[in-house]
């Protein structure tokens, strides 16, 4: 009788997950006295692994640049004189 050796085959599944990038910017533009202005903004990038979780994440992070570049913007620094030059704003 010939016995016969058949090879065991093993599958690993894997799943792959594609994350889904998601790319937000706040920026705001204040005018300044002498047709001068102050400018901030920002950015950022994140990854979710859900779509479903877009809504939510994109709300919160609305929330998040909207505070920052609020906070940030009030620092407004020097702006320009009727004379083009540079003074302090207080």
């Known amino acids: 009788m010939d016995a016969t050796i058949w090879p065991v085959l093993t ?36 990854e979710l692994a859900d779509l479903s979780q877009v809504e939510q994440e994109s709300a919160r992070l609305y929330s998040v640049l909207q505070q920052s570049v609020d906070n940030n913007i009030q620092q407004i620094g020097y702006a320009l004189s ?7 704003l207080a």
Do not use: D
């Open 11 to 46: 599958f690993q599944a894997r799943a792959e997950i594609h994350m889904i990038t998601l790319e937000a910017n706040y920026s705001k533009k204040i005018g300044l006295p002498n047709y001068s202005s102050h400018q901030f903004s920002v950015s950022l990038k994140t």
């Open 82 to 88: 009727s004379g083009r030059t540079l003074f302090p």
